[in-house]
């Protein structure tokens, strides 16, 4: 085995130990990087040209940072966080709980459908996982432990139905997925919309059937509501606005009327005229929005420059060749190759953020998967088809990483909201069903990849 394959392995493994440590991922990743661009350097200073980082290679590593900050699809990512954060103030959420509530109230199990249904609509007017968790477990937590919910099932829903922001589009992941892998944001949010909803779907059936058949897990409220013309009309009020505004984004860019970055911005003056509409934003409320917006999109974009200085140091040491010699040369099959993919991206879950595996993981093993001749339909239309689905199938499964522990963020994002008797074991044990059913999608993705490539397919056609 080369010096560089070595060098490559102990990168890994620096960068892993630098995590143990509790020093801030951005900081192990361009410390990494800057590590082992000087023992590159060293290499080739006195054991002839091993890597070829010389001084040339360390001004491309500032080249890219430059790029990387001047990125154009990059500038919707605080747009849509803005966006998000805007929306939990205008109070659509709990407008939408209270008459949702009274729909779904002779249902048995209907506060955990309306939750899920509040979390399918956050998803796709916000793409932030925080935010929606957060505001899910302040509405609904203390009514459904009110009404008798079981601990286990109240937190699992809240939890599940807050992390689908992730996947359903307007999704930050997605668009940093699309930059990384060169691919158009459009493909990836009009891909993830099937296997989004499908996701909800699954939630809802599951609820439904195990409140049937554990009826004291979810009982009925005590006075029974009854459904007038007022109540439907009343969810339909509620409801108008957010549509509006998912017609808005969503609708632009299906229509070719705006890209992704443009409807963004469509977004952030949707999310605006709502939360005045409403009445539910003051002067301190618009800076205290400002503020977490600065400071998310500074999270974020201080992991993006540290993840390409470390990741530019890992293929000047070759490490991209490392991981494709060691996937194409197993004897699984494409679709083993790509199973063991997906198992090794579910095991990182369990420790990584999507931040860290969408930056780090996914740009080296994503060229193999072109190569790997898995005839995955484009429909003519649908550009590298493989890798739309591909993205869209780690987007499903990063789905797990915000509900597995020890590092599963909305199980500490709802532990912070809970009342003290919500223990983390609680919310571990409801959370379980969860993440079942989103491994059964992300079966069902990879057995039928035209569940993502049709409807981009449909749209750009």
Known sequence: MPLTDYLVILMFLTFVGLIMTGIPIAYCLAGTGMIFAFVGYLSDQYLGTVTGLDYNFIGIIVSRIY??????????????????????????????????????GRVRGGLAVTVTLI?????????????????????????????????????????????????????????????QLALSVGDLFMGAVFPGLMLSAMYVVYLLIYCYLKPKAAPLPAERVHISLMTILSVLKNIIPPAILIVGVMGSIFFGIATVTEASGVGVLGSFILALMNRKISFAGFKEVLYNTY??????????IGASFFALVLRGLGGDQFI??????????????????????????????????????????APVIPKLGLGIPGFGVVDNPSLVWFAVLIAVTLQTSFLTPPVGFSL?????????????????????????????????????????TWLPAVTYR
């Not at 935010?131 to 477990?137: I, N, Q, T």
């Not at 400071?295 to 993006?304: C, E, K, Q, R, V």
């Not at 609680?426 to 035209?450: D, K, S």
């Open 67 to 104: 790029v990387t900050m001047t990125n154009w699809v990059l500038i919707a990512l605080p747009l849509f966080i803005f966006m998000g954060l805007m929306l939990d103030r205008s109070g659509i959420a709990e407008n939408l709980m209270k008459s949702l509530q009274e729909l779904f």
């Open 119 to 179: 979390g399918v609509i956050l998803a796709a007017c916000t793409g932030i996982v925080g935010a929606s968790v957060v505001l899910l477990g302040l509405l609904s937590l203390p009514i459904m432990l009110k009404q008798g919910y079981s601990k286990e099932l109240s937190l699992g829903t809240i939890a599940a139905a807050g992390t689908l922001g992730i996947l359903i589009p307007p999704s930050v992941m997605l668009v940093v997925m699309a930059d």
């Open 295 to 304: 400071n998310i999109t500074a999270y974020i974009f201080g992991i993006l």
């Open 324 to 365: 494709e010699r060691i996937l194409v040369g197993m004897s699984f099959g494409s679709y083993g190759v790509i199973i063991f993919v997906v198992f090794c991206i579910f095991f990182l879950g369990f420790f990584l953020d999507w931040i860290e595996i969408s930056l780090i993981v996914l740009p080296l093993v």
């Open 412 to 452: 500490f994002y709802l532990k912070g909201v809970a009342p003290p008797e919500v223990t983390l074991s609680h919310i571990y044990r409801g959370v379980i069903p969860f993440i079942v059913l989103q491994m059964i999608c992300v079966i069902l993705v990879l057995l039928w990849p035209q569940l993502v």
